[in-house]
């Protein structure tokens, strides 16, 4: 499994249009990548006379992708900052 680990920064702000509040930004940062290592399961693919073989992650959906090729997103830190509305 190939693992990026974000931090999550979420903005939020009461203005008069909209008196509940609610957010406006949401950040998210990549912090770091994991590889998960080469393809385990890779597909072979024709056009014409010409094969190519790529990884599966190409090719395949989430649920088909070898455990090498399969994207994990972890959430490291999230953030909450209210700004105030002046005027």
């Given at each position: 499994?190939?693992?990026?680990?974000?931090?999550?920064?979420?903005?939020?702000?009461?203005?008069?249009?909209?008196?509940?509040?609610?957010?406006?930004?949401?950040?998210?940062?990549?912090?770091?990548?994991i590889p998960g290592g080469p393809c385990r399961?890779?597909?072979?693919?024709?056009?014409?006379?010409?094969?190519?073989?790529?990884?599966?992650?190409?090719?395949?959906?989430?649920?088909?992708?070898?455990?090498?090729?399969?994207?994990?997103?972890?959430?490291?830190?999230?953030?909450?900052?209210?700004?105030?509305?002046?005027?």
């Amino acid at each position: 499994m190939t693992i990026h680990v974000v931090d999550i920064d979420n903005a939020f702000h009461t203005c008069p249009a909209f008196a509940e509040p609610h957010i406006y930004d949401t950040r998210r940062t990549v912090i770091d990548v994991i590889p998960g290592g080469p393809c385990r399961n890779p597909v072979t693919i024709r056009c014409g006379d010409t094969t190519a073989t790529i990884a599966c992650h190409r090719h395949e959906p989430a649920d088909r992708q070898c455990g090498a090729c399969r994207i994990i997103v972890t959430q490291h830190t999230i953030t909450t900052r209210h700004h105030e509305v002046v005027g």
